[in-house]
């Protein structure tokens, strides 16, 4: 990629050649069902993951080794230390320690959003900095690309074992982890949408009639690369979500006693054959939830495209 | 099938794959006669059972290597390589004579030559085995077949550690190989057990290979435990790797493998449903979980504290969360194993109930300052992934802060042997299993051994714990030996180096048509026969 | 031309030795102690500073990594910690099934997804689309293993069309060979179907909106030549680019995928050196990814040339 800018692929075909974006797309978002039905599912997850202390039947990392894999709708009763029995019932069963499935997911809800958002936010807007870096600064270029395609070079899984070992797994470990593989992706998407954008014959007229860079930044690259950015970011945190549970499955993911999507079915996984629910219930929630996250990217792609409008 | 040479499987190979693709045939077609497929608990990958303790190379040991004496399904050592032996009237001196026929793998004869120096390399690595080394005052070979081991000083131990079943065996292996240095691994391998170890097929992660030893010659008493006539009854023994339990369990059900050593406690209902599987218990004194406690720091430093563990937790819910099944798990307070000649209660008798009254008075009398538990959960290992969650909610019921830390089984591994604070690093309390025959007593028992910087991780100082082992190494009588183990337990009771939570079993399965797996506190291949059928 | 591949050729050396560099470091920093593996549970302390002597891990860092260098640039990948094994036999062991893998899912999912991501750019908005914007959304939303469990229990215990795990060497056969693979490249296609046929159709659905289409069309050019030869033609620049990408993510399936179907590869391998801390063997398997990985990225830059002719080098 040492070549001239002008022999640049054009990396992606959602970087669109496009003015800003104007204020009426807030109106047409919300006539596009994509975006509806997206939004409105992501919002019933996250206010279920909100309250999830008032719906919860108990609390998800209480263990009861004698009430160990149940199905949905059984129910248990367990001593507490005061000596008074309560009776639960396990809308979706229990798992191989006894605690129940149900709040587990409904607590899962919390954290599986969390990380799939964070590491969006996260990955974009270090991508979009070191992207906008090395397509502006063209000394820095090569050297940061280099060092992109090392960091892709690396197999994301390894990456995240060893990015999660080096400290105590944890959420935080969990999402640099994921973030690490992600930035270097959206770094040569941000790249090629600057490249790309600089050889537009009006952006050429401005750099020539001597608009400052800052502003050509804010005022025609920035806009450009927000498209694009958002169905990246829409992938990456849909698959934020799905690579957490990948780790729990290779044991190295969030330690259980915090339960999320992914390790609920993880550790359920064993048991597929013979408990089903374990596996099914929380891979329902995070199927939907990420259907939802891509549906509300796609919608929101459609409506700031302005292409895909004049076809509309 | 798969790396099998013959020419006629071939050609079935590749007849059978004409027709495969929307046919089930491919499974029959690999059942071919003579071969056991089998997934073992773990992948094998050194292949030196001296060097390591990893149950998995101690399988592999007894698959090509043979030992001096075995243990029988009594439980009793009885001779193996060994024809006769003698004890002279002081019992001080041991003659040995080698049984005709033995071979190593390359067709020279076993001699004494090779006897001594394999034993000399086994007790250098084995705690037991250095136990007894320092009892032994000469070893010599008097001709061929003739060997004798002269003491210093009279132990009961020494036929019971040349039959030591479980790691480290000692194995016997020729002279050249034997006289490698104990720290590093051997290079050849050869032994003169009842099967061949094929290296060429040896592929770490995916199999490993072994094949019937024509020149082995069985002793003609029958198989019994380690013991007997070990008589390869199929002509080849394929190791396969398969990670995941329930694809293991997938595949036994599929017949394309014959049997799991240890399939996951969760999928025996599977098994159990299936008429073409049966399920047998093969390590019938089973298995022992425990939990260690790092002494040389806060707050299990202080004796009292490790107490009101023992005091807050209960056997029931470990093996509950982790086995399951009451027909797989006993709860049992002797630390020497239920069944075997030392269990005891002594000492025991109102510990492991979940006493968190007692637990929270021990607490406050020890001065307890909630340092935190630093306890280290493995997540990866199915047997162990429910212990430490069980062991948290027991202990902070009894007014313990802890502190979980997950991270996969080889972390823990790493992190267990650091001594840094446990705040920097190091740990306070893991949980693991041993096989109940190793820690049949308390000088093979590695968690006994209160020796300090010379003991295994946790490093506990307890001269009054190592004067009692010292004495039950003397002992010359079961009776002697019952009553110091007596005493060994009730000191542990109150000052515990490690806490014993229940014993479990974990049978094996195999296709129907599998026979003759015998019981013994390792997995054998001799005797087993593979019939006709799927 | 071919001074530009010449020239992106040396440039892959600094890559490379970044991921070296990079590699080394981490290993170096993570908490394993391969010697505490190795040794095993009885071990007493000075076992494993034995072991870690004799493993070289007791020499400072630099110096380790410097004798690890010095051994590459003679082409000696070191001996694994654990097996006794040189790297180089380990990694030859266990590249025929990853291959394979990879290849016959790069292979099923191009086939499938390019048809149906033009397909669904065609009849947008109708129930074409939707099935095929719904089916790439799934295929996103569901983690490989389930899928891998689900046609398992589908496809080899419940019809037992396939075997249910293993690989067979392609010595043994084309029949067995391709059999062991159908349910295991299926099951990583999925997410690389969803994904391509998700950007074909977007790129498809920009082309066929330029003017040159609608030129083509007024022409009375056949819908089939328009969509084939104009727009998958303009459209595969992206396309190219993603299945390039693709790649990258295929190397992390793989490791799953690999687990599921217990097949001997190289992505088995990497999980099962990471989690021994089997240093030599992750450092080589690292260093031949990247090297594929840096050749993959070339390649596809040099197909822009094919695809469009405004493209250069």
């Not at chain 1, 080096?166 to 470990?173: C, E, K, M, P, Q």
């Not at chain 3, 394993?32 to 593996?37: E, L, S, T, V």
């Not at chain 3, 266990?94 to 291959?99: A, D, K, V, Y």
């Not at chain 3, 069309?161 to 099951?187: D, E, H, K, M």
């Amino acid at each position: 990629m040492t070549a001239p800018a002008s022999s640049e692929p054009i990396a992606s075909a959602d970087a669109p050649i496009a003015a800003p974006a104007k204020p009426t797309v807030w109106r047409k978002l919300f006539r596009s069902p994509s975006v509806v039905i997206g939004l409105a599912i992501v919002l019933v997850m996250m206010f279920i993951g909100l309250i999830a202390p008032l719906i919860a039947t108990s609390d998800p990392s209480a263990i009861n080794p004698g009430a160990r894999n149940r199905v949905p709708m059984a129910t248990s009763t367990m001593r507490l230390d005061d000596g008074t029995r309560v009776t639960v019932t396990h809308y979706m069963g229990t798992d191989t320690l006894g605690r129940d499935v149900f709040s587990r997911v409904v607590y899962g809800a919390r954290v599986s959003i969390f990380i799939g958002v964070a590491v969006a936010l996260l990955s974009v807007s270090i991508g979009l900095v070191v992207g906008m870096i090395a397509g502006y600064i063209r000394w820095l270029d090569g050297i940061i690309m280099r060092i992109m395609d090392g960091l892709m070079a690396i197999p994301a899984i390894l990456l995240a074992i060893a990015v999660v070992s080096l400290s105590r797994a944890g959420i935080v470990s969990v999402i640099i982890a994921i973030v690490v593989p992600e930035v270097p992706r959206v770094v040569r998407l941000v790249r090629s949408v600057v490249l790309s954008v600089r050889e537009e014959p009006y952006v050429e007229a401005a750099v020539v009639s001597g608009t400052p860079t800052v502003k050509l930044v804010v005022r025609h690259i920035l806009p450009n690369t927000v498209a694009p950015l958002i169905v990246q970011g829409t992938f990456i945190c849909a698959s934020a979500i799905l690579v957490e549970a990948i780790l729990s499955f290779l044991g190295i993911g969030i330690p259980p006693d915090i339960p999320t999507w992914g390790n609920i079915m993880a550790e359920g996984r064993q048991l597929f054959r013979i408990f089903p629910h374990n596996i099914l219930y929380p891979g329902i929630f995070l199927a939907l939830t990420v259907l939802a996250v891509n549906m509300l990217g796609d919608g929101l792609r459609d409506t700031l495209d302005p292409k895909m409008e004049k076809r509309g | 099938m798969k790396s099998v040479k013959l020419s006629r499987r071939t050609v079935m190979a590749g007849a059978a794959a004409a027709g495969a693709l929307a046919s089930s045939t491919g499974a029959s077609a690999q059942g071919s006669a003579n071969v056991l497929r089998v997934v073992m608990h773990s992948d094998l990958r050194i292949i030196d059972p001296i060097w390591t303790t990893a149950y998995i190379v101690r399988n592999y040991g007894y698959m090509i290597y043979d030992t001096l004496f075995a243990l029988d399904a009594k439980g009793e050592v009885q001779p193996q390589m060994v024809d006769k032996y003698t004890v002279s009237d002081d019992k001080l001196t041991y003659t040995f004579t080698l049984r005709d026929g033995l071979m190593w793998h390359d067709n020279q004869p076993v001699t004494s030559a090779d006897i001594i120096p394999s034993i000399r390399r086994w007790a250098a690595r084995d705690p037991l085995g250095q136990t007894v080394m320092g009892f032994i005052g000469s070893m010599e070979a008097k001709d061929a077949k003739t060997f004798e081991i002269k003491l210093k000083e009279a132990t009961g131990l020494l036929i019971f550690a040349l039959g030591k079943p479980s790691s480290n065996v000692p194995f016997m292996m020729p002279k050249r190989v034997a006289e490698t240095d104990p720290n590093t691994q051997i290079t050849e391998f050869i032994g003169s057990g009842p099967f061949v170890f094929m290296r060429d097929e040896w592929k770490p992660g995916d199999r490993a290979v072994y094949t019937k030893f024509a020149g082995y010659k069985p002793r003609s008493e029958p198989a019994s435990g380690l013991a007997g006539g070990k008589v390869a009854k199929v002509d080849r023994v394929e190791w396969r790797v398969i990670t995941d339990q329930q694809q293991a369990v997938n595949a036994l059900q599929a017949g394309e493998i014959d049997l799991i050593e240890a399939p996951s406690h969760d999928l025996l209902p599977l098994l159990k449903a299936d008429r073409n599987i049966k399920l047998f218990n093969w390590n019938v004194l089973g298995n022992q979980y425990t939990m260690r406690f790092n002494h040389t720091t806060a707050p299990f430093n202080n004796p009292k504290i490790r107490q009101a563990v023992l005091y807050a937790l209960n056997q029931e819910d470990f093996l509950k969360a982790t086995i399951g099944d009451p027909e797989y798990y006993k709860v049992c307070k002797a630390m020497f194993v239920c069944g075997s000649p030392l269990e005891t209660m002594a000492g025991m008798e109102d510990k492991l109930e979940s006493n968190f009254a007692k637990a929270r008075q021990l607490l406050q009398e020890a001065g307890y300052n909630r340092e935190p538990v630093v306890l280290l959960h493995s997540t990866d290992l199915q047997v162990l992934t429910n212990l430490a969650p069980v062991a948290k909610s027991l202990l902070e019921r009894a007014g313990f802060v802890v502190d979980m830390q997950s991270m996969d089984w080889q972390t823990v591994v790493a992190r267990r042997v650091k001594r840094d604070p446990p705040t920097q690093g190091g740990w306070s309390a893991m949980l693991t299993s041993w096989v109940a025959a190793d820690i049949l007593n308390p000088v093979m028992a590695g968690f006994f051994n209160a020796s300090g910087d010379r003991a295994a991780f946790g490093w506990p100082t307890d001269p009054e714990i190592e004067t009692l082992r010292a004495r039950f190494a003397r002992a010359n009588t079961a009776a002697e030996q019952k009553q110091i183990a007596e005493a060994i337990q009730r000191r542990v009771s109150e000052a515990p180096t490690h806490v014993h939570l229940g014993q479990w079993y974990s049978p094996g399965a195999h296709r129907g048509n599998i026979s003759g797996w015998l019981e013994a506190p390792a997995p054998v291949f001799w005797n087993m026969e593979k019939g006709r059928g799927a | 031309m071919i001074s530009y591949i010449l020239r992106r050729l040396a440039a892959t050396v600094p890559v490379l030795f970044t991921v070296a560099v990079m590699v080394f470091l981490m290993l170096r920093l993570t908490p394993g102690d391969p010697a505490a593996i190795i040794a095993g549970d009885n071990a007493t302390t000075q076992q494993i500073l034995d072991i870690r002597t004799k493993l070289g891990l007791e020499q400072p860092i630099l110096q380790q990594f410097f004798i690890w260098l010095g051994g590459l640039m003679r082409g000696d990948l070191g001996e694994s910690f654990f097996f006794r094994k040189t790297v180089f036999e380990l990694i030859s062991e266990r590249i025929e099934p990853t291959l394979s893998l990879a290849f016959l899912t790069i292979v099923l999912a191009v086939a499938v997804a390019i048809p149906l991501g033009v397909l669904a750019a065609y009849r947008q908005g109708t129930w074409i689309d939707r099935v095929v914007m719904g089916f790439s959304v799934i295929g996103f939303s569901v983690p490989v293993f389930v899928i891998g469990y689900l046609l398992v229990y589908i496809f080899a215990i419940q019809l037992g069309w396939f075997p249910v795990q293993g690989y067979q060497r392609i010595g043994n056969g084309l029949g067995p060979w391709f059999r062991s693979l159908v349910l295991p490249a299926v099951t990583l296609s999925v997410i690389y179907i969803a994904l391509i046929a998700r950007m074909t159709r977007t790129s498809v659905l920009e082309v066929l909106s330029e003017d040159y289409i609608r030129t083509a069309r007024a022409k009375g050019q056949t819908e089939m030549k328009v969509l084939f030869q104009h727009a998958l033609k303009n459209a595969a620049v992206p396309i190219v680019t993603v299945v390039g990408i693709g790649v990258a993510l295929l190397i992390g399936g793989v490791v799953v995928t690999e687990s599921v179907y217990s097949i001997p590869g190289l992505g088995r391998l990497t999980v099962d050196a990471v989690l021994a801390r089997d240093f030599p063997v992750i450092q080589a398997i690292i260093l031949a990814f990247s090297f594929v990985y840096v050749m993959i990225n070339l390649l596809v830059d040099l197909s822009y040339t094919i695809f469009d002719p405004r493209i250069r080098y």
